[in-house]
């Protein structure tokens, strides 16, 4: 038997009863006891974990909009949903990508609140992502805390229904969850695959790969112009973007004949081994990033086997590069 005092979310004027053991506060809701897994008062349903740790909130008065809620930050997944909740809407919060991924799996849902950077810069997305690819008909939106940076919100917004900034006032958030649902949403299918992300940014990779070398004083001290830090880069990433276009694994006799000159003059360069190994593995790093940061106009279905099939085709020149290191040029006939 419950007892104690009630205690009231004063902005809807709903009940929740608490006792003397310790208590969480949700917003204006205290949920109390890990031995009360449900208390039910009013229109208000609360399920907490053995734990106490984790609770999910819905209004029972009405076909509640349920909402996949996904953030990092425990005082906000401890707030919204009761906020949210209060407003009509089924809320189910997580604190991380897997456990998105594995709600969106085994539950329905009619919307996905999702930040931006969950555990990791834009991975977000990846659960943008996956609510597309296995709840088409769920709408998508974002929160960022960058609200400055207009170009990739424009960009956020073309890949999601909308983007809300933080900290999220209630009325526009509650209001822009509600329209939205009621307007069809225009989505494109995924149609890029990494090789066309890699070759329309081929400009953007070699120059954010420079700007990681230079900031290891290691590449640094080997004093080199940008042509000559750049080498043969440039032409062993179109040889990656080629291979990858045509769904091919191994490179071509091109390709080897480049990656060993690379080899060769990255040792007449002053490079040493570590370096040549560190230089593709920085390389690797920056597409990588790019892909993720695209995630939603690639076919999820294609980025592991892609992101498998740049690593061994990077590994393969890397090998080439190095066997060449060690051996003397050819002598011209």
Known sequence: MVTGE????????????????????????????????????????????????????????????????????ASIRETLPAILSSHGFAVTAVATVAEAIAKISQEKFDILLADLNIGQPADGFTVVSAMKRIQPTARTFILTGYPDFSTALEAIKRQVDDYLVKPADIPTLVSALKSQLERPSFRESPVKRAAEIIHENSDRILNDWLAMVSKNPEFTRIRLSRKERLNHFPQLLEELVDRLGQHKNSISREGINRAATHGRVRREQGYPVSLVVEETRLLYRVISQLLQENLLLIDISSIIPDLVQISDMLSDMLAHSLSSYGSPAPVAA
Do not use: M
Not at 8 to 14: A, D, E, H, N, T
Not at 67 to 72: E, I, P, S, W
């Open 6 to 73: 009630y205690l009231k979310l004063l902005s809807q004027g709903i009940c929740i009863k608490q006792n003397s053991k310790p208590a969480l506060w949700i917003g204006a809701v205290r949920i109390v006891g890990s031995d009360l897994p449900q208390i039910k008062f009013g229109c208000l349903l609360a399920h907490s974990s053995k734990d106490g740790k984790n609770f999910s909130l819905r209004n029972t008065a009405l076909a509640a909009l349920r909402v996949l809620f996904v953030d990092d930050e």
